[in-house]
């Protein structure tokens, strides 16, 4: 089992700036992916940012240049930086962690950005 505790959620004007952590913990292997998923009031639950614990990144479309994905393997966390967010970033941001077929979830942090 991993457990993962996610923090840095909030309220930000449009154009702010917000960075989101993730700590895993629990039966932690290598290779993993950790990242962000994010869910808007009435749509599915989308892809942000994910990075390979061998640091391969994918993101959105809809967040390069905004966002940034980075982790620290030995502590085993994971952080989104963004910036320029605009109101159509606000929803749920959870945190997920993949390996050897096994997934598991955040329990979500609330971020809204306001016009």
């Known amino acids: 089992q991993v457990q993962l505790v996610e923090s840095g959620g909030g309220l930000v004007q449009a154009g702010g700036s917000l960075r989101l952590s993730c700590a895993a913990s629990g039966s932690i292997f290598t290779p993993n992916t950790m990242g962000w998923y994010r869910q808007a009031p009435g749509k599915q639950r989308e892809l942000v940012a994910t990075?390979?614990?061998?640091?391969?990144?994918n993101s959105a479309d809809s967040v390069k240049g905004r966002f940034t994905i980075s982790r620290d393997n030995a502590k085993n966390t994971v952080s989104l930086q963004m910036n320029s967010l605009k109101p159509e970033d606000t929803g749920v941001y959870y945190c997920?962690?993949?390996?050897?077929?096994?997934?598991?979830w955040g329990q979500g942090t609330q971020v809204t950005v306001s016009s």
């Open positions: 997920r962690f993949t390996d050897w077929g096994s997934m598991y």
């Open positions: 990075i390979h614990s061998g640091g391969n990144i």
